[in-house]
């Protein structure tokens, strides 16, 4: 499956942004997908992740409440919506793929990747 991401741009602190991630194919369903990110000089860490039925979700602490991960297989389409955003949810987002029903927080398990979209909040 082939994965692109767009949506990522500059906004204020406390604004917001929709992330999206089309994938190509049709087993998209077959897959749990998550949201990855990458700030300048640290590492790839996950924001949030999906069962391949949307029923299942699971975030990082630092998001929880501010971020929604959901997803639209008839679009073959998983989302991100971020909500007061703060200077340190600046990053690369990528969106991943993984085999498999389970939601997984571990970016090695993730088979497909996106090409990564820019999100700069500014303080």
């Known amino acids: 499956v082939q994965l692109q991401a767009s949506g990522g741009g500059l906004v204020q602190a406390g604004g917001s942004l929709r992330l999206s991630c089309a994938a190509s194919g049709r087993t998209f369903s077959s897959y749990s997908m998550g949201w990855f990110r990458q700030a300048p000089g640290q590492e790839r860490e996950i924001v949030a992740a999906?069962?391949?039925?949307?029923?299942?979700?699971s975030y990082t602490d630092s998001v929880k409440g501010r971020l929604t991960i959901s997803r639209d297989n008839a679009k073959n389409t998983v989302y991100l919506q971020m909500n007061s955003l703060k200077p340190e949810d600046t990053a690369v987002y990528y969106c991943a793929g993984k085999s498999g029903s389970s939601v997984s927080n571990r970016a090695l398990e993730y088979d497909y990747w996106g090409q990564g979209t820019q999100v700069t909040v500014s303080s």
């Open positions: 999906i069962s391949r039925s949307g029923l299942a979700t």
